[in-house]
């Protein structure tokens, strides 16, 4: 069995980069992530790429285009939608690690998926949270 793999909003962002390396990973990873069902992301991921997309990345999407990236790109890799008991569980993740709000959800939400990995540039690489591993796939 292949490991689950979930992408931490920046993965994805880093495909409008001016950093090439990154940017070339970043295409790389969403190729592989379209063609496989190994790769998710949660709805929080959608919400802070919209939201970057919409206000950093100026000029780059019009509404309509976003809608499209979303409804093409994200929306397909998109698996988890939460329950209020994982509010609560991210709080506990929170607590135990000492993690951001924000980068609690993102873990929980890993794991909920039972994702063996969570690629992010974020987050301390090569940490172990319960069966979940962080990778920083630019180093």
Do not use: H, R, W
Not at 21 to 49: C, G, H, R
Not at 56 to 76: Q, R
Not at 104 to 116: G, H, P, V, Y
């Amino acid at each position: 069995m292949k490991d689950k793999i979930f992408l931490d909003t920046n993965i994805i962002l880093y495909q409008f980069s001016s950093d090439i390396q990154k940017k070339n990973m970043s295409v790389d990873t969403l190729d592989k992530a379209m063609q496989s069902s190994n790769y998710t992301i949660s709805y929080q991921v959608i919400q802070e790429f919209s939201n970057v997309a919409l206000n950093k990345i100026k000029g780059y999407f019009s509404i309509n285009e976003l809608k499209t990236y979303i409804k093409d790109i994200l929306v397909p890799l998109c698996k988890f939608y939460p329950d209020p008991n994982f509010y609560l569980n991210s709080l506990k993740i929170k607590e135990k690690y000492k993690f951001s709000y924000y980068d609690s959800l993102i873990i929980n939400a890993a794991l909920e998926l039972k994702c063996s990995k969570l690629f992010s540039e974020d987050l301390k690489a090569n940490q172990k949270i319960e069966k979940l591993e962080i990778i920083n796939p630019y180093k």
